[in-house]
């Protein structure tokens, strides 16, 4: 199993303000916004001695 590290509740933060931006405004246009994260790999899933 494998995590994602970025600032915390950034992901929640931004889906929140784009939701209330469009319920203010259904017509705005759509708007993609890029949240920074890495990648932090662990192995747990991997099957020993291969």
Not at 12 to 39: E, F, H, M, N, Y
């Amino acid at each position: 199993m494998s995590r994602r590290r970025g600032p915390p509740g950034s992901g929640g933060r931004t889906a929140i303000d784009l939701l209330v931006a469009r319920l203010a405004d259904p017509d705005r246009p759509i708007q993609t916004v890029t949240v920074p994260v890495s990648l932090i790999p662990r192995g747990s899933g991997e099957t020993p001695g291969r």
